[in-house]
């Protein structure tokens, strides 16, 4: 069974910084992951598939990399609407991650 | 547009059983493999259990293996879970998804709250 970590668990930023949270997967699951956003109250909602394509709908400021076992979520510069916990996904099991909280400071 | 509407949740006691409903509409769903994840009070996501597009493969979470069947009525639009021998932390929103065409999930209900306690 593949396990995806996020890392930090909680990151704490000001409105326009940048965000970079990082997922590790246990073996390699090529380019097959996805990210998402969830806020409090909320459905998750598709950002990122396939590591680095934004899904419909999404700003430009959010951007994934990565391939393998190392990937990142980068948000260029944060929204008031950007503070909530992210997760990520990998699609062969469809496990996801323990998620990462971005907190305003 | 997209809707899925899960149903079904409450309160039920440790070892009885519970069904959920999704229905859904404004996309084939025939055609859709759909999931159901669940969230745990102030807890991460979990994923639960997958069922293809015809209802011919179906997959579960090791947690929920044995005790909980995943089913689907097409002509109905309607995604099921059926869920036995509830324990205790079986609590938790639970969320039908559907899967888009790269397999990721695409959409979300809002979820269904299940609480096990005596």
């Known amino acids: 069974e593949i396990v995806l970590t996020q890392s930090p668990a909680t990151l704490s930023l000001s409105p326009g910084e940048r965000a970079t949270l990082s997922c590790r997967a246990s073996?390699?699951?090529?380019?097959?992951l996805a990210w998402y956003q969830q806020k409090p109250g909320q459905a998750p909602r598709l950002l990122i598939c396939d590591a680095s394509k934004r899904a419909t709908g999404i700003p430009a400021r959010f951007s994934g990399s990565g391939s393998g076992t190392d990937f990142t979520l980068t948000i260029s510069s944060l929204e008031p609407e950007d503070f909530a916990v992210y997760y990520c996904?990998?699609?062969?099991?469809?496990?996801f991650g323990g998620g990462t909280k971005v907190e305003i400071k | 547009q997209v809707q899925l509407v899960e149903s079904g949740g409450g309160v039920v006691q440790p070892g009885r059983s519970l069904r959920l409903s999704c229905a859904a509409s404004g996309f084939t769903f025939s055609s859709s493999g759909m999931h159901w994840v669940r969230q745990a009070p102030g807890k991460g996501l979990e994923w639960v259990a997958v069922i293809s597009y015809d209802g011919s493969d179906k997959y579960y979470a090791d947690s929920v293996k044995g005790r909980f069947t995943i089913s689907r009525d097409n002509s109905k639009k309607k995604l099921y879970l059926q869920m036995n021998s509830l324990r205790a932390e079986d609590t938790a929103v639970y969320y039908c998804?559907?899967?888009?065409?790269?397999?990721?999930?695409?959409?979300w209900g809002l979820g269904t709250l299940v609480t096990v306690s005596s």
């Open positions: 998804a559907k899967e888009g065409d790269d397999y990721y999930f695409d959409y």
């Open positions: 073996q390699s699951v090529s380019t097959y």
């Open positions: 996904q990998q699609r062969t099991h469809w496990l």
